[in-house]
């Protein structure tokens, strides 16, 4: 086999941002899920409280009142009133381990509920809005249905523009108002094109797996795949993330991390090589990458690392070989790093996920349904990071109904205090990208104000946001330009 | 009487000229009206009355029967009919003519003096009486026409409109067709919140009534009209809710009481409140001096009181109760109502509310209560949310129990007032129907001198029981067609004619032709209906026929309202026709008559019998399996299909019904396939009604539910009947037991499972019994915390020393959590798995059973190492290698495991995944049903049956993420 000495285009990479989601050597799992909302609406209220003043307008005697606790609405008659809060929907249907109980089963005790087979909407739910001081319940007939159920999700810290219906007790909603993007870094120029590749669901050691494509994804990372027509080329990428479940899930056991490794029972000499390749193969592939190029590599919903939001890394004694190389980074998921000052965040898809299941899934899973795992299309996916930026949180349905670590000390390291350059999900069914390019500050979709709260120069940020597919699936990777903040599709796959 | 207009509007009707009386039969010679004279007489010169008043009015001379016996040629009688001015001297006057001597004045001058003579209706209450005249029923609509009555100015009460009437003038509605509809009558739910002194349950002598929550809620609407709160010391706004705040807990009891009869209810309803939240209120109240508390009923100026009781009742058993005098509202508590007609392991609002309305309820443990009193607004606010649901919960289940439509329905049945219901046993609904019955055919009820205590009520029937056919044991694997007499008893009452009225007594049995007279099994002698048709007969039958009639309305009818009401009536006439039975039989009733009752279950036995007899001379190779009270279990053969068995079972009803007198029918509902029958009313079986598919798995006496047992034995006894019955697989239900009984010698079984819970009453205080000790080793642990007298207590039986007795082994489930303390698994095996499992396995295993209690998989046995006390303290904890357990200094592994560390990692780290996902599912759960985000979950539900789980997700996790911890983090 043939192969190019390649010189590569070195960047700055700087991997610091994404400490804030690593866990503390000493964990504890004392701490109740509050304080996680709790936090939540410490970091982002007054963000939510500024950005509701430029849209609805000061506080004016008799007119509109700007609520301080939301159990105060009930002294209010009925008048115009912006409250902030921290969103809840109770769905009846959401999974719970209560109602396990009341599933005939064989177990003494009943396991933690499948979330990938639940939908959560019915049309029983009910919406409130809480702060420290109490919840509403809302009355949500004025607004456009399409509006409400994409933007009132548990977890989003909102301001909301209504009036309490004395006779119902609950509050009339007219309007909502977001916090509105964090503030952005400003974008240097860059000289030439440089490029990240972004891919996710490898899925080494999948039973009905390419394992081929996985072979010229290499062969095309490490450049031997000669010049790619649309300019990228092996020479000017400059980074991969590995955007979680590097293994598959196997359904036929119990968990996913057990089924990748050798599971605690003793395996039978057969059982252990089928069982024992995935890893095995991943970190040969990362070996061969990191040789030539900087990798990072998140953990995802199937890798054997930790299961509660944010995943950590993998351990070294899983990668022993390519552990070995410095141009591998085995970080967390999500992910932040900056490459070049360009920041760029990510998840492996869980919160995109979880959060298309609010939905109704009726209208927006469409042909997405396939063994049973409910996914949503690359414009809904693009659809939801947007609002995840406006709202300045990376994953808001934890803890409810994504599993989180249950953090207490007054951090929610979900919440974006900036906003990157590129934001993505990976495992996602298809690919879809978006420049989303904020002229000033955008606050309330219906209303046409503008104006600058944050007071970062030039007011304008642009995010590239991608839905980025499974390469198990697609074949595809995802090329974002560095300097142009565009994006490539390439396609590895035997049929090409 | 106190009633509502259709519109809602509130009247009360005070009815005029309706007079008591009873019944004495005549002696020859005294004349009325001298009876009368020496009565009152008599009443004066014992100063029971002053001499200006006339206590009997009226005494005449009238044609009855005694509804006693039947006397050949059934003659009439001649009674006196006493009428009295006032009812409540009906005792006084009856009294003195029961005891006799009573001078009277004959005609011609002679004074005779009266011996003791029966009574008859004394007994019946007035208000009973009244109704029973008028034709009125409990819960159903009157006229009272235009012009003939008038409307009080200076009203007495608090309702709106006040109305004289004449007793004559009014006009009852019978119940039926457009007077179907029910009254939207008015309740009043409420809780009330006590700041308790640290450790003790709050005594009103000294802890503050702090809170009062009330949901006010008219039958059949949607919405409640009002949710109030009443809190001492300011508390935050709730959003849909009123909030008062008082300063001070005069005002706020004053203030409360207010409430109270300003939204006027016509129910009070609440969980407990008849014995806690209102005598509570009302102890506080005269110790505070609050005069205008017990203003609480609808009269003005007259107070509410209370006095102990106790009610005894056959169905209901021997409760301590309080009583209150609350004119015009009834005390609906649904403590009371669900205790008296569900089995229940527990009958806390928990439990309940959790069984019913399917949801479980923050419980905040009385020791907090304090706590957040003394915070600030918020926290009070809190309080307040957690009160307002402990007052809309029973509304809730009010009306998904449909129990406010049942018991309407039922007064209009029996023809009771609604509260009688509420007060009284089962008695009075019979004593209703049978004196109604009697009243339209001239016959009278004697007074019994009663023996029990106070009440009524007392012990069943005293006579052999009902079962008849010995059960075989077995477990059926073919069909097992059930027979059932519809409607047992009340058919053989009809069918046999028995009746007070139709019991012939042995002296008058030779003056009989023998074809008049049929003589049961238990040889009482009764005439044939073609003689004279008894009371009973005629009751039962009307109820009977209107149960069909209600069960055809309820066909027909589409408004789910309408549906519910005819649904509860039905209910209320198949309970009443069975309750008349039961009243012939309560030795220390109104009216026993041990011959009929006596005569009902020698009848069921006999016919039990000759279905046997029938059945297996009918069907060749059919044998009856077992047979109780009112069904037999019948096996056709061996390898009979179930179609075949349903054919052969619609068949024998049919056929062997014929052999009985009518109305006694015998049905075919059901077959059981698979059946497992263990022994006399204990059986379970899967049972069909149709040949596609099984209704259900139906589990009877099998003790699975037991308050007293832990979740581990209904558990696993229910996966055992699932798999015998369901799954029909007996080698999966044992290797599922010995999967069991080794994971629970090895410590694999979940705490939440062992977790043992008895209320600490205040007798137990004298017998060692695990509960007691273990409150009172809690309350020298911490006495704010620990349970109170009607507390329940929860706990596990702990390893502790040698020759401990186990009741000094209980121990508080957290704490064992924390400590890691060791559980006596085998007294868990022993003690409460091997009894259950015994008598599930011995019809199927035979004498083999024993094997799932011995052999290799009880070899494996883990003890745990307690993390505090005992030899901990001497002992310093080194590090093991996570592979192999050897000591190490530092890090994961030994040196030897170390080439394995993925294959370790792995297996650690896949413990700890499961851990996190039950934690996050647990603690999100939790934090859910508080129904608040931004708050700890403080909930000390221990009936939940996630409560101990989650702390030991908590624990376990911990643990777990500290051994993954040791393989070292390079970030």
Known sequence: QESHPTVRVVSEIDLSPAKRFILPKKKKYEPQYAHVYFSRLKSLTAHVLKSAKLTFGEGEEGKLQYSKRIADIASKDEMETVVVGVIFRHMKSKPSILAQYDVPSHELIPAPPDRATCTYPRDDDEVFIEDEYGRCALDLSQLDSAVATLSLVTGFVLALKGHEDRRTGSFKVNAISYAGQAPQKSLPELPGDKFICITSALSFGKADGDVLAAELLMEFLRGSAGEDPEGSTCANIVQLIVAGNSVPQLEDTESGPSAVLAAHRPLKSGEKERVAAPIVEVDRFLSVIASSLPVAVMPGEADPVNYLLPQQPFHRCLLPSSSRNENLARVPNPFECSVDKRVILGTSGQPVTDFALYEDQSSVMKDGKEAGKLRPSGEKVLDILTLMLQNRHLAPTCPDTLASFPFSDGSDPFVLESTPHVFFAGNQREYASRLVRTPHVQTQASSGSSMDIDGVQGGEKTVRIVSVPRFDETGQVVLVNLRTLDCIVREFALTM | ?971
């Open chain 2, 1 to 971: 009487m106190f009633g509502l207009t259709e519109g809602g509007s509130s009247v009360l009707v005070r009815v005029h000229h309706f007079y008591h009386y009873f019944y004495l039969p005549v002696t020859d010679g005294i004349q009325p009206e001298a009876l009368a004279e020496a009565i009152n007489r008599r009443l004066w010169n014992d100063k029971t009355v002053p001499r200006d008043r006339t206590v009997v009015t009226n005494v005449e001379i009238t044609t009855k029967r005694s509804i006693m016996y039947f006397i050949p040629g059934d003659p009439e009688v001649k009674f006196y009919k006493i009428t009295l001015l006032n009812p409540r001297h009906t005792k006084d006057v009856a009294r003195i003519l029961q005891r006799g001597g009573l001078s009277v004045k004959k005609p011609n001058d002679v004074t005779a003096k009266l011996p003791e003579l029966p009574t008859f209706e004394s007994t019946l209450d007035y208000l009973l009486r009244f109704m029973i005249e008028v034709g009125l029923v409990g819960c159903s609509w009157l006229t009272l026409p235009a012009g003939k009555y008038t409307i009080t100015e200076h009203k007495k009460s608090l309702l709106q409109v006040e109305i004289d009437v004449h007793a004559n003038d009014i006009i009852a509605h019978n119940p039926e067709g457009k007077w179907l509809r029910t009254a939207p009558l008015r309740r009043l739910s409420f809780d009330i919140e006590c700041a308790g002194r640290k450790g003790i349950f709050p005594e009103p002598e000294h802890d503050k009534v702090i809170q009062i929550a009330n949901y006010v809620w008219d039958h059949g609407h949607k919405k409640p009209i009002a949710q109030v709160v009443f809190t001492l010391k300011s508390c935050a706004a709730i959003v849909g809710a009123d909030v008062v705040s008082y300063e001070n807990e005069e005002e706020l009891l004053s203030a409360w009481a207010r409430f109270v009869r300003l939204t006027d209810p016509d129910i009070l309803t609440g969980y407990n409140i008849v014995n806690f939240d209102l005598p509570y209120l009302l102890d506080r109240a005269a110790q505070l001096k609050v005069a205008d508390f017990p203003l609480l009923g609808r009269m003005i100026g007259q107070p509410t009181t209370m006095r102990k009781t106790r009610m005894s009742s056959s169905a209901f058993g021997t409760h301590e109760s309080h009583a209150f005098s609350m004119h015009g509202r009834v005390i609906f508590d649904m403590l009371q109502l669900i205790t008296r007609e569900y089995k229940l392991r527990s009958y806390s609002l928990n439990s309940v509310s959790a069984e019913f309305l399917g949801q479980q309820k923050e419980d905040v443990h009385y020791s907090i209560i304090g706590d957040l009193q003394r915070g600030d607004e918020q926290t009070r606010r809190r309080l307040a949310v957690y009160c307002l649901k402990d007052a809309l919960l029973p509304v809730r289940l009010m009306d998904k129990l449909m129990s406010l439509t049942n018991y309407m329905e039922m007064a209009r049945v029996t023809g009771i007032p609604l509260g009688w219901l509420v007060s009284r046993g089962h008695m009075i609904k019979v004593v209703s129907l049978l004196h109604r019955k009697s009243h339209l055919v001239d016959l009278l009820i004697p007074d019994i001198k009663r023996s029990g205590p106070e009440g009524g009520g007392g012990d069943g029937p005293q006579f052999e029981g009902a079962t008849v056919i010995k059960p075989e044991k077995g477990y059926y694997k073919d069909p097992i067609a059930t027979l059932d007499f519809a409607s047992l008893y009340p058919s053989i009452i009809m069918a046999h004619n028995l009746c007070y009225s139709t019991l012939v007594r042995p002296v008058h049995l030779a003056h009989m032709k023998p074809e008049d007279l049929s003589k049961s099994p238990s040889g009482a002698s009764f005439v044939k209906r073609s003689v004279k048709k008894g009371i009973l007969t005629k009751i039962l039958e009307e109820l009977l026929a209107a149960r069909k009639q209600a069960k055809k309305d309820l066909k027909a009818a589409k408004d789910p309202f309408l549906q519910s009401v005819l649904n509860g009536r039905q209910l209320a006439l198949k309970i009443s026709a069975n309750a008349v039975y039961g009243f012939t039989g309560a030795s220390v009733g109104k009216l026993p008559c041990m011959d009929i009752s006596a005569s009902t279950t020698a009848y069921g036995r006999q016919m039990i019998d000759n279905t046997r007899l029938e059945v297996e001379k009918r069907y060749k190779g059919a044998t009856v399996i077992y047979g109780d009270t009112d069904s037999v279990m019948i096996k056709f053969g061996n390898g009979k299909s179930l179609e075949e068995c349903m054919r052969l079972g619609e068949e024998a009803a049919e056929a062997i019904s014929s052999i009985f007198p009518k109305p006694v029918k015998l049905e075919f509902e059901k077959c059981y396939y698979p059946y497992l029958l263990i022994s006399k009313k204990r059986y379970a079986g899967l049972l069909w009604t149709n040949t596609e598919k099984y209704d259900k798995m139906d589990c009877k006496g099998i003790e699975a539910v037991r308050r007293d047992n832990c979740r581990l034995v209904a558990n696993v006894i229910s996966s055992v009947l699932e798999f015998l019955l369901k799954k029909r697989d007996l080698q999966q239900a044992i290797s599922m037991v010995k999967k069991v009984i080794s994971d629970l010698l090895q410590n694999k079984i979940d705490v939440s499972l062992l977790v043992v819970s008895k209320s600490l009453t205040k007798t137990d205080y004298e017998n060692k019994q695990a509960h007691v000790v273990l409150a009172e080793k809690l309350r020298k642990r911490d006495p704010g915390t620990a349970p109170a007298i009607g507390d329940r207590v929860p706990y596990v039986i702990t390893k502790g020393r040698k020759n401990e007795p186990a009741y000094s082994r209980a121990e508080d489930p957290l704490y064992v959590l924390e400590r890691n303390i060791p559980i006596d698994n085998n007294y868990y095996l022993e003690n409460m798995l091997r009894k259950p499992l015994e008598r599930i396995f011995e019809p199927v295993m035979k004498s083999s059973v024993n094997s799932l209690f011995v052999g290799e998989h009880t070899r494996t046995i883990s003890v745990v190492t307690p993390k505090k006390g005992g030899m901990a303290k001497y002992t310093k904890v080194r590090l093991k290698c996570l592979g192999c357990k050897a000591p190490i200094n530092e890090g994961a592994l030994c040196a030897y495991c170390v080439p394995k560390e993925a294959e370790h990692y792995t297996k650690n780290l896949n413990t700890m995944v499961k851990l996190e996902k039950a934690y996050s599912s647990l603690w999100t759960e939790c934090q859910r049903c508080m129904g608040d985000i931004c708050h700890d979950v403080l909930c000390s539900n221990g009936d939940c049956p996630i409560f101990y789980r989650r702390r030991k997700a908590q624990i376990d996790l911990n643990a777990a993420s500290e051994k993954v911890s040791r393989f070292g983090l390079d970030w």
